[in-house]
């Protein structure tokens, strides 16, 4: 269980951080707990990211759309509003983006897997 006290978050006072794709950007806000990471993460327009990821998260698009594309060539449109959730290691995704889009998205210790 995570002991994280109320903490309120004023966005605009989080620094960015790039994040080349293999086309376009990626810029983060990031903001670290005890294994629990929450981020605001804006793609230009015509971003594809450059890698291929396992990692478990909860994506909820807060402006613009953007593909979440799996390696086995499935595609999931994701629009304001729209939400995903994977855990860890249960897929090899990555996004794209035609237009600019801002994310918000949660992972950490509590998207691993748990042994049978």
């Given at each position: 269980?995570?002991?994280?006290?109320?903490?309120?978050?004023?966005?605009?006072?989080?620094?960015?951080?790039?994040?080349?794709?293999?086309?376009?950007?990626?810029?983060?806000?990031?903001?670290?707990?005890?294994?629990?990471?929450?981020?605001?993460?804006?793609?230009?327009?015509?971003?594809?990211?450059?890698?291929?990821?396992?990692?478990?998260?909860i994506v909820h698009c807060l402006?613009?759309?953007?593909?979440?594309?799996l390696e086995n060539g499935e595609?999931?449109?994701?629009?304001?509003?729209?939400?995903?959730?994977?855990?860890?290691?249960?897929?090899?995704?990555?996004?794209?983006?035609?237009e600019s889009v801002k994310l918000?998205?949660?992972?950490?210790?509590?998207?691993?897997?748990?042994?049978?």
């Amino acid at each position: 269980m995570y002991t994280i006290p109320f903490t309120n978050i004023d966005w605009s006072q989080v620094e960015k951080s790039h994040h080349p794709g293999e086309t376009g950007d990626a810029y983060w806000q990031t903001l670290n707990f005890d294994g629990l990471r929450i981020r605001i993460v804006e793609y230009s327009a015509g971003y594809l990211a450059d890698h291929w990821c396992q990692k478990g998260h909860i994506v909820h698009c807060l402006e613009g759309s953007f593909v979440s594309e799996l390696e086995n060539g499935e595609q999931f449109s994701l629009s304001k509003g729209m939400t995903y959730v994977v855990s860890d290691h249960l897929s090899s995704h990555r996004s794209l983006s035609a237009e600019s889009v801002k994310l918000l998205i949660i992972d950490g210790d509590f998207l691993e897997p748990k042994d049978q």
